[in-house]
C-alpha cells in the first residue's frame, strides 16, 4: 500500500518522441515537454505553475485533448498498460482493483502532465471519484514520490473492546514519520479518501476470512497471527491496513484483555456485523 514502483523517467522522455511522431506535439513543444518533466521527476510529483506556464497554452490544450488516445484500443493505450502493470490494488486505499488511471496533478490545471506517464497512477473508481478536482493534488500522497519508509512503522490500528464489541481505529505516527508536512499529508489523504468509513466492511471481510477462518481454534490464534503477520509485510508491506490489524491483534492478545478479545472475536463468527470502526 501507499508506495508503487515509479515509471521510468527514460520512459516518460521517449512517450514524448512518440508524441511528435504522432503529431501531437511539434519539434519544439516537445523540447519544452522534455524540460518539464524532467522538472517533474526532479522535484519529485509536481511542477509550479510557472513551470507548467512555459508550455504554449495552444499545446497543452492539444495534449489535454490527447489523453482520450491512451484508452484501451486507442493508439497510446500500451502507456495505460504499461503503468497498471503488476498494480494488483490501488495505492491509495489498498482495498479497490486499480482500474482507471488519476492525474496526481489535476489535468484540468495542469493540462500539459495529461499524457505524461510520472504524473499517471493507477487508481480504483470509488478513490478517483472522491479525489476528484476538489482538494489541492498534494492533500493526496504520491505513490511514485513517497520517501523511503522502508522499516518504518507509520500506520497504526488500535482495537478497543467495547463491552463485547470490538472497535478499531486506525491514525498515523507523527514521531515515525519525522516529517511535519508528510504526516499531515497521509492524514488528509486518509480523510478525504473517506477510508474509515469505507475500510468498515473489508475490515470485517478481513477479520472473517483471513483471521477467524485462518486458525483451526482460538487457542492457536496467538501463533497464527504472527504468522499471518509476517505474510501481510511480505505481501502489503508495513503500513497495510491488514498489517496494522493484525498487528495490533496480536499485540491485544498478550495483554490482560486477551482472553476477552479472542471471546469478542469468537462471537464475530456468529454476529458478523458486531464491530464497530
Ligand atoms: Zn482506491
Given at each position: 500500500m501507499w508506495k508503487i514502483r515509479k515509471p521510468e523517467l527514460t520512459k516518460a522522455l521517449s512517450d514524448i518522441d512518440d508524441f511528435v511522431k504522432k503529431g501531437i506535439v511539434n519539434d519544439k513543444e516537445a523540447k519544452a515537454l522534455e524540460c518539464l518533466t524532467k522538472q517533474y521527476d526532479a522535484q519529485k510529483g509536481e511542477v509550479?505553475?510557472?513551470?507548467?506556464?512555459?508550455?504554449?497554452?495552444?499545446?497543452a490544450e492539444r495534449i489535454h485533448k490527447h489523453y482520450s488516445d491512451t484508452n484501451i484500443g486507442n493508439r497510446l493505450d500500451y502507456i495505460r498498460k504499461e503503468l497498471a502493470d503488476g498494480v494488483t490494488k490501488c495505492p491509495y486505499c489498498a482495498i479497490g482493483l486499480p482500474e482507471t488511471l488519476d492525474h496526481y496533478m489535476p489535468k484540468t490545471i495542469y493540462k500539459a502532465l495529461a499524457l505524461c506517464r510520472l504524473n499517471l497512477v493507477p487508481m480504483c473508481w470509488g478513490c478517483n471519484h472522491l479525489k476528484g478536482h476538489v482538494h489541492p493534488y498534494d492533500e493526496y500522497i504520491h505513490p511514485y514520490y513517497l520517501p523511503d519508509l522502508r522499516g518504518t512503522v507509520f500506520l497504526i490500528a488500535e482495537i478497543r473492546l467495547t463491552g463485547k464489541i470490538l472497535d478499531v481505529t486506525f491514525s498515523f505516527d507523527a514521531k515515525a514519520l519525522r516529517n511535519a508536512g508528510l504526516y499531515k499529508q497521509?492524514?488528509?489523504?486518509?480523510?478525504?479518501?473517506?477510508?474509515?468509513n469505507r475500510l468498515r466492511k473489508s475490515v470485517i471481510d478481513f477479520l472473517h476470512s483471513e483471521v477467524l477462518t485462518g486458525a483451526e481454534e482460538t487457542s492457536a490464534l496467538p501463533v497464527y497471527l504472527d504468522m499471518l503477520l509476517a505474510r501481510l509485510?511480505?505481501?502489503?508491506?508495513?503500513?497495510?491496513?491488514?498489517t496494522a490489524i493484525v498487528?495490533?491483534?496480536?499485540?491485544?492478545?498478550?495483554?490482560?484483555?486477551?482472553e476477552a478479545v479472542v471471546a469478542a472475536l469468537a462471537a464475530m463468527g456468529r454476529h458478523s456485523l458486531d464491530i464497530n470502526l
Open positions: 509550479t505553475k510557472r513551470q507548467h506556464n512555459r508550455i504554449p497554452s495552444e499545446a497521509f492524514v488528509s489523504h486518509w480523510k478525504n479518501m473517506n477510508l474509515d509485510i511480505r505481501i502489503y508491506g508495513l503500513n497495510d491496513w491488514r498487528r495490533a491483534l496480536a499485540e491485544k492478545l498478550k495483554s490482560e484483555e486477551g
